[in-house]
């Protein structure tokens, strides 16, 4: 083991720092010119010019070199004394490993080479149908939009500083979609935490003050806007309006899910971006009843077709209708400031949820969660305003009192 301490107390203790402390600091190990590999006393090498530096030091009775500091980056003299220091320390806690300080090991966990590791492992998840191309599709945006200043700090040590600096940077973007961001970086850290015992950072509380409210439009106007439609395109749209699915389920609808006998339809596959998935968001399958109206379409379009024909086929194109196609008619017939899914599903729902149960509306809409669906019949309460409304009040007992004119 080769100790340079006499240099480094001399040359540091002009710096303020006495013997005793630099002895203590510098317990082993010297720094050398990467170049000539001379012991250096100096910024620059006396010997070749070179500034650079590199640390040499025994361990275990192995005989190790450094050249880089824990971020890839080459060591001058004064950050070779800084990580000898750092090393000296960690050798002393028994936490210190060589693999962190070498540079194929550097550049491996770097942020943004780690987030390619689990992009990939997310790419091979949706491939075999385990995870949304949707959601990967944010996620990859995310680091390409967002995740910048992460992007050459070590995973191991990114801490809440860090991560709070990021999420300040945020700015003119929504209260969710930096939720969005951070819950992102969660699921990463989750990942890495579980496959190679990465410790979880304190994450920022992102906290929602605003809440976003849906617009939903009543069923005569659902109708109408449908009927803007050019005629070969309505009956899809009439069919996710009766049904209240999601445009991507629609969309996906094939013949063979249709039982005409029973009246019923069987959800159990979506799309996802452009690729059809043989599952939907609720990744479970469901019966839905039809109604009469959604019955005769879905009879019309079955009728004379089999199997894994999609139900609904785009006479524009030959094949069946992708979630695309219908939103950019939307944006062509639809209504301003409403989107597609506001006008089919959710309007559809707000209409079931005036005259059913919270566990009725969860049924037909398929929802995961009860509350979802409480949210939508808590609201439908809002037009009992008319009822309690002083005039109506005053109408009603006018139609069913009558009036004493000696009053």
Known sequence: MTVDSSYSIQSQSQKGLGSEIMAELIARGSIS??????????????????????????????????YHDKNGIAL??????????????????????INDWLQPAIIENKFKNKYDVWIKQKTIEAEAGRFSFETLKLYQSYKKNHYGPLYELDVREIELSHLQELVNGFTGLSEKY?????????????????????RLPIFPDIEITTGETQKAIPYEEQIAVIKRFPAEHQDILLFIRETGLRISEGCAA?????????????????YSGYRLVEKTKGKHRKWIPLSRRAFEIAQKHATGRFGVDFLFINSSTGRGYKP?????????????????????????????????????????ARHGDIRTSQKYVHNAMTDLREVVNRDNVISIRADSVPIDKNR
Not at 76 to 97: G, P
Not at 254 to 270: M, S, W
């Open 178 to 198: 930096i939720k969005n961001l951070v819950d992102c970086l969660k699921t990463f850290y989750k990942w890495l935490n579980k496959w190679e015992r990465v």
């Open 33 to 66: 010119c990467q170049r000539c590999g001379v012991t250096r006393r100096e910024r620059v090498c006396p010997k070749c010019g070179y500034d650079s530096c590199l640390i040499r030091i025994s361990v275990k009775g192995k005989r190790l070199r450094i």
């Open 254 to 270: 094939q013949v063979r899910d249709i039982d005409i006998p029973g009246a019923q339809a069987l959800i159990q596959r979506t």
């Open 76 to 97: 001058s003299f004064s950050m070779a004394f800084q990580a000898l220091t750092q090393i000296n320390k960690e050798i002393k806690d028994r936490s210190f490993n």
């Open 324 to 364: 695309a196609y219908l939103r950019d008619l939307w944006s062509l017939y639809g209504i301003k400031d409403l989107t597609l899914y506001e006008a089919t599903r959710h309007s559809t729902i707000t209409d079931w949820s005036k005259n059913a149960s919270a566990f009725q509306v969860k049924d037909l």
